[in-house]
């Protein structure tokens, strides 16, 4: 019967993890892991729990699951302009199963080595699967990209296309388990925007990731910020046969209100335009253009139909 430390010892506790790689100057193993915060910068921290069958399918397969865990935290450095430093994990299992355990660690520290996001250490213990996952990272001092800088006049914008997430879980809901559709890939395995929200640091003036929904996370942009939105629907990039599956107007629905996107929602001044679109561009990753933001507050431009709520715990409200 494995126990807690044997655990973080078979599973976790990896060579290939060395914690000096990253300013990190004791990883797992301790009561504590140490960090060196490097100068000139501000510490960027998050902290995302995930929870079976309420944010990822219990039967997933259980690297999905560990990077899914990885990912979903990490997105909120990367919509900071933050660069990972480490991560600290606390793992909550019905039961420790060694495949099950083998295959959720290569997920999640695979991601991490990607990412140059070590695991520095947490904790595991007993009851419903779930996983929480704090990201450390780290800014130049005074250019964290927030979510009240936006102005009117701006033109608002997405990294990638949307609506992947969405489309991803009603295709698992619906028995579709073809892990190379890239519906359910956007869904299963996301990929934070880490190197595009570095890329957009003294550019964009207000951002945020796009894991509620567009017109939910558009709403926190525009309520920290004290502006309202125009959005043009037709020029909401979708994810790829997004339509094909749900439908002009399912696939609409899924942009903007289906949540668990992990894109970047940026508002950018005109004047910075073009470098962030080059920039970005440099990143492998499309900047587009959706709608500007105005004085006046609410969200305009939207269908009636469209305008439902995003993701919310403990209400009823999301996908």
């Known amino acids: 019967m494995l126990g807690e430390f044997d655990i973080i010892a078979r599973y976790f506790a990896t060579p290939d993890q060395s914690p000096l790689t990253s300013g990190i100057t004791l990883g797992p193993g301790d009561d504590c892991a140490l960090m060196s915060p490097a100068a000139g910068t501000?510490?960027?921290?998050?902290?995302?729990?995930?929870?079976?069958?309420?944010h990822f399918p219990g039967d997933a397969p259980p690297e999905a699951i560990g990077h899914r865990a990885l990912a979903v935290a990490l997105?909120?450095?990367?919509?900071?302009?933050?660069?990972?430093?480490?991560?600290?994990?606390?793992?909550?299992?019905?039961?420790?199963?060694p495949v099950w355990l083998e295959r959720f660690a290569q997920g999640f520290l695979d991601l991490g080595r990607r990412m140059s996001t070590p695991l520095i250490g947490g904790d595991v213990t007993r009851g419903t699967l779930s996983i929480s996952v704090t990201v450390i990272g780290d800014v130049p001092v005074g250019q964290a990209l927030r979510r009240s800088g936006a102005m009117?006049?701006?033109?608002?914008?997405?990294?990638?296309?949307?609506?992947?997430?969405?489309?991803?879980?009603?295709?698992?809901?619906?028995?579709?388990?073809?892990?190379?559709?890239?519906?359910?890939?956007?869904?299963?395995?996301?990929?934070?925007?880490?190197?595009?929200?570095r890329a957009l640091r003294g550019l964009a003036s207000a951002a945020l990731d796009i894991s509620d929904g567009l017109l939910a996370d558009l709403e926190h942009l525009c309520h920290a910020s004290g502006v309202g939105a125009h959005l043009d629907p037709a020029c909401i990039p979708l994810a790829p046969t997004l339509e094909m599956t749900l439908g002009s107007e399912g696939a609409l629905h899924a942009a903007f209100s289906g949540g668990d996107d992990y894109q970047l929602l940026v508002s950018v001044p005109d004047s910075a335009?073009?470098?962030?679109?080059?920039?970005?561009?440099?990143?492998?990753?499309?900047?587009?253009?959706?709608?500007?933001?105005?004085?006046?507050?609410?969200?305009?431009?939207?269908?009636?139909?469209?305008?439902?709520?995003?993701?919310?715990?403990f209400t009823g409200g999301g996908p």
């Open 75 to 97: 997105s909120d450095l990367a919509a900071m302009g933050a660069r990972p430093r480490g991560c600290l994990m606390a793992l909550t299992l019905t039961h420790a199963e």
């Open 42 to 54: 501000e510490l960027a921290m998050s902290v995302d729990t995930s929870v079976a069958d309420v």
């Open 273 to 313: 335009w073009e470098e962030a679109q080059r920039r970005c561009a440099d990143c492998d990753v499309t900047l587009t253009e959706i709608g500007h933001v105005v004085a006046e507050p609410g969200i305009s431009g939207v269908p009636e139909t469209m305008k439902v709520a995003g993701w919310q715990h």
């Open 152 to 197: 009117p006049g701006e033109r608002l914008a997405v990294t990638g296309a949307l609506g992947g997430g969405h489309g991803g879980l009603r295709m698992w809901q619906a028995g579709g388990h073809d892990f190379e559709d890239p519906l359910l890939a956007a869904y299963l395995t996301p990929t934070p925007q880490l190197e595009a929200g």
